[in-house]
Protein backbone atom coordinates (compact mmCIF):
# COMPACT_ATOMS: atom_id res chain seq x y z
CA UNK A 1 0.00 0.00 0.00
CA UNK A 2 1.17 3.42 -0.68
CA UNK A 3 1.02 6.22 1.76
CA UNK A 4 -2.13 7.51 0.77
CA UNK A 5 -3.84 4.09 0.90
CA UNK A 6 -3.72 3.07 -2.10
CA UNK A 7 -3.08 -0.10 -3.70
CA UNK A 8 0.95 -0.13 -5.09
CA UNK A 9 1.26 -0.80 -8.33
CA UNK A 10 4.38 -2.30 -9.93
CA UNK A 11 5.59 -0.09 -12.97
CA UNK A 12 4.80 -3.38 -15.24
CA UNK A 13 2.72 -5.99 -14.73
CA UNK A 14 3.57 -10.26 -15.53
CA UNK A 15 1.62 -12.97 -16.41
CA UNK A 16 1.84 -13.86 -12.10
CA UNK A 17 0.49 -10.49 -11.03
CA UNK A 18 -1.34 -8.50 -13.95
CA UNK A 19 -5.05 -8.15 -12.36
CA UNK A 20 -7.38 -9.47 -15.23
CA UNK A 21 -5.16 -12.88 -15.32
CA UNK A 22 -8.24 -14.73 -13.89
CA UNK A 23 -11.25 -13.32 -15.86
CA UNK A 24 -13.18 -15.79 -17.72
CA UNK A 25 -12.83 -13.70 -21.11
CA UNK A 26 -8.94 -13.23 -21.06
CA UNK A 27 -8.87 -16.87 -19.67
CA UNK A 28 -10.53 -17.96 -22.93
CA UNK A 29 -8.62 -15.14 -25.21
CA UNK A 30 -5.30 -16.24 -23.48
CA UNK A 31 -6.66 -20.07 -24.79
CA UNK A 32 -7.59 -18.95 -28.18
CA UNK A 33 -4.30 -17.05 -28.87
CA UNK A 34 -1.99 -20.20 -27.66
CA UNK A 35 -4.49 -22.60 -30.37
CA UNK A 36 -3.61 -19.95 -33.07
CA UNK A 37 -0.13 -20.15 -32.60
CA UNK A 38 0.02 -24.06 -32.55
CA UNK A 39 -1.78 -24.00 -35.59
CA UNK A 40 0.30 -21.13 -37.08
CA UNK A 41 3.53 -23.71 -36.27
CA UNK A 42 2.06 -26.33 -37.67
CA UNK A 43 1.42 -24.94 -41.28
CA UNK A 44 4.32 -22.60 -41.21
CA UNK A 45 6.64 -25.45 -43.20
CA UNK A 46 3.84 -26.41 -45.84
CA UNK A 47 3.41 -22.14 -46.48
CA UNK A 48 7.35 -22.19 -47.06
CA UNK A 49 7.72 -25.55 -48.76
CA UNK A 50 4.35 -25.66 -51.25
CA UNK A 51 3.03 -22.92 -53.84
CA UNK A 52 0.74 -21.27 -52.81
CA UNK A 53 -3.48 -20.74 -54.09
CA UNK A 54 -3.84 -17.23 -54.45
CA UNK A 55 -6.21 -17.62 -51.26
CA UNK A 56 -3.46 -19.29 -49.22
CA UNK A 57 -1.35 -16.22 -49.94
CA UNK A 58 -4.25 -14.03 -48.82
CA UNK A 59 -4.12 -15.90 -45.73
CA UNK A 60 -0.13 -15.69 -44.98
CA UNK A 61 -0.73 -12.07 -45.30
CA UNK A 62 -4.11 -11.41 -43.11
CA UNK A 63 -3.84 -13.87 -40.58
CA UNK A 64 -0.09 -13.02 -38.54
CA UNK A 65 -1.56 -9.40 -38.56
CA UNK A 66 -4.48 -11.04 -36.28
CA UNK A 67 -2.24 -13.14 -34.37
CA UNK A 68 -0.29 -9.78 -34.03
CA UNK A 69 -3.21 -7.70 -32.73
CA UNK A 70 -4.45 -10.35 -30.51
CA UNK A 71 -0.39 -10.37 -28.62
CA UNK A 72 -1.18 -6.43 -28.78
CA UNK A 73 -4.42 -6.58 -27.37
CA UNK A 74 -3.34 -9.30 -24.61
CA UNK A 75 -0.45 -7.02 -23.71
CA UNK A 76 -2.36 -4.17 -23.06
CA UNK A 77 -5.18 -6.31 -21.10
CA UNK A 78 -2.19 -6.93 -18.60
CA UNK A 79 -0.74 -3.69 -18.65
CA UNK A 80 -4.57 -2.25 -17.81
CA UNK A 81 -5.06 -0.29 -21.13
CA UNK A 82 -8.22 -1.45 -21.25
CA UNK A 83 -9.82 0.87 -23.94
CA UNK A 84 -6.49 1.07 -25.84
CA UNK A 85 -6.56 -3.23 -26.50
CA UNK A 86 -11.06 -2.31 -27.26
CA UNK A 87 -9.75 0.29 -29.96
CA UNK A 88 -8.08 -2.43 -31.29
CA UNK A 89 -10.84 -5.35 -31.54
CA UNK A 90 -12.11 -3.46 -34.97
CA UNK A 91 -8.62 -4.77 -36.78
CA UNK A 92 -8.68 -7.61 -35.56
CA UNK A 93 -12.09 -8.62 -36.25
CA UNK A 94 -12.23 -6.72 -39.87
CA UNK A 95 -8.85 -9.04 -40.82
CA UNK A 96 -11.21 -11.92 -39.41
CA UNK A 97 -13.67 -11.33 -41.57
CA UNK A 98 -11.66 -10.48 -44.75
CA UNK A 99 -10.18 -14.16 -44.60
CA UNK A 100 -13.52 -15.79 -44.12
CA UNK A 101 -15.20 -13.62 -46.91
CA UNK A 102 -12.20 -14.61 -49.61
CA UNK A 103 -13.04 -17.87 -48.29
CA UNK A 104 -16.58 -18.16 -48.78
CA UNK A 105 -15.91 -15.90 -52.02
CA UNK A 106 -13.18 -16.68 -54.01
CA UNK A 107 -13.80 -14.73 -56.91
CA UNK A 108 -13.19 -11.49 -54.33
CA UNK A 109 -9.24 -12.62 -54.55
CA UNK A 110 -8.80 -10.42 -57.36
CA UNK A 111 -9.85 -7.30 -55.56
CA UNK A 112 -7.93 -8.83 -52.63
CA UNK A 113 -4.38 -8.59 -55.19
CA UNK A 114 -5.25 -5.58 -56.57
CA UNK A 115 -4.76 -3.19 -52.89
CA UNK A 116 -8.42 -3.79 -51.50
CA UNK A 117 -9.37 -0.79 -52.62
CA UNK A 118 -12.42 0.98 -51.03
CA UNK A 119 -14.41 1.47 -53.76
CA UNK A 120 -13.98 -2.36 -53.94
CA UNK A 121 -14.23 -4.52 -51.04
CA UNK A 122 -16.76 -4.91 -49.09
CA UNK A 123 -17.32 -2.95 -45.85
CA UNK A 124 -17.10 -4.74 -42.47
CA UNK A 125 -20.92 -4.55 -41.53
CA UNK A 126 -21.56 -6.04 -44.85
CA UNK A 127 -19.07 -8.91 -44.01
CA UNK A 128 -20.42 -9.39 -40.48
CA UNK A 129 -24.01 -9.27 -41.96
CA UNK A 130 -22.87 -12.28 -44.38
CA UNK A 131 -21.39 -14.38 -41.24
CA UNK A 132 -24.30 -13.53 -38.84
CA UNK A 133 -27.21 -15.47 -38.67
CA UNK A 134 -29.88 -15.17 -40.98
CA UNK A 135 -32.44 -14.02 -37.95
CA UNK A 136 -29.89 -11.49 -36.96
CA UNK A 137 -28.88 -8.73 -39.32
CA UNK A 138 -29.52 -6.16 -36.92
CA UNK A 139 -27.07 -7.19 -34.30
CA UNK A 140 -23.94 -7.39 -37.14
CA UNK A 141 -24.93 -3.65 -37.89
CA UNK A 142 -25.23 -2.95 -33.98
CA UNK A 143 -21.52 -4.75 -33.77
CA UNK A 144 -19.86 -2.89 -36.48
CA UNK A 145 -21.06 0.56 -35.50
CA UNK A 146 -19.88 -0.10 -31.76
CA UNK A 147 -16.13 -0.86 -32.75
CA UNK A 148 -16.33 1.91 -35.35
CA UNK A 149 -17.59 4.01 -32.22
CA UNK A 150 -14.69 3.16 -30.52
CA UNK A 151 -11.98 3.97 -33.58
CA UNK A 152 -13.24 6.84 -34.82
CA UNK A 153 -13.06 9.02 -31.25
CA UNK A 154 -16.95 10.06 -31.17
CA UNK A 155 -19.04 10.67 -28.13
CA UNK A 156 -20.34 7.49 -27.99
CA UNK A 157 -16.89 5.84 -28.22
CA UNK A 158 -15.85 8.33 -25.20
CA UNK A 159 -18.55 6.63 -23.24
CA UNK A 160 -16.82 2.90 -23.71
CA UNK A 161 -13.96 5.11 -21.61
CA UNK A 162 -15.81 6.57 -18.84
CA UNK A 163 -15.84 5.40 -15.31
CA UNK A 164 -17.77 5.96 -12.50
CA UNK A 165 -14.99 7.89 -9.72
CA UNK A 166 -15.34 6.95 -6.07
CA UNK A 167 -17.55 10.40 -5.64
CA UNK A 168 -20.13 9.31 -8.10
CA UNK A 169 -19.10 11.82 -10.95
CA UNK A 170 -18.31 10.05 -14.43
CA UNK A 171 -14.81 10.24 -15.46
CA UNK A 172 -12.99 9.42 -18.39
CA UNK A 173 -9.60 7.07 -18.04
CA UNK A 174 -6.55 8.41 -19.36
CA UNK A 175 -4.14 5.72 -17.86
CA UNK A 176 -4.70 2.31 -15.97
CA UNK A 177 -7.85 0.38 -15.38
CA UNK A 178 -7.08 -2.07 -12.78
CA UNK A 179 -10.78 -2.39 -11.06
CA UNK A 180 -12.09 -5.39 -12.26
CA UNK A 181 -15.64 -4.68 -10.60
CA UNK A 182 -15.43 -1.21 -13.08
CA UNK A 183 -16.25 -2.83 -16.20
CA UNK A 184 -17.08 -6.18 -17.82
CA UNK A 185 -14.60 -8.33 -19.57
CA UNK A 186 -17.19 -11.34 -20.47
CA UNK A 187 -18.64 -12.73 -24.01
CA UNK A 188 -22.06 -11.39 -22.71
CA UNK A 189 -24.12 -8.55 -24.55
CA UNK A 190 -23.52 -5.00 -22.89
CA UNK A 191 -25.88 -1.88 -22.86
CA UNK A 192 -24.26 1.17 -22.26
CA UNK A 193 -27.58 3.10 -23.18
CA UNK A 194 -30.08 2.05 -25.39
CA UNK A 195 -29.46 1.32 -29.38
CA UNK A 196 -25.73 0.19 -28.71
CA UNK A 197 -24.17 -3.14 -27.39
CA UNK A 198 -21.71 -4.80 -27.92
CA UNK A 199 -20.47 -8.64 -28.13
CA UNK A 200 -17.69 -10.90 -28.83
CA UNK A 201 -14.43 -12.80 -26.54
CA UNK A 202 -13.82 -9.16 -24.79
CA UNK A 203 -16.01 -6.39 -24.25
CA UNK A 204 -14.70 -3.16 -22.00
CA UNK A 205 -17.42 -0.87 -20.47
CA UNK A 206 -17.21 1.11 -17.67
CA UNK A 207 -20.38 0.36 -15.16
CA UNK A 208 -23.63 2.02 -15.91
CA UNK A 209 -26.47 3.28 -13.96
Known amino acids: MTHDGRRHEP???TPDDEPYRELKGVVAFDAMIIEAFRLAH???GFLSSHSLSCLQ?????IVPQGLNLALGMRELIRQGHIFSSAVLVRSLVERAAVINYLLRYPDAIAAWESGWQYRERPSLGHMLEEFSPSSKPQQAREV???LNHLVHGDPIGAELNAI???DGVVGYVVGRQIDAASFFVTSSV???YPGLWCSGQRCMIASQD
Open 164 to 166: HLS
Open 42 to 44: AIA
Open 144 to 146: CDM
Open 57 to 61: RAAAQ
Open 11 to 13: PFF
Open 190 to 192: VRP
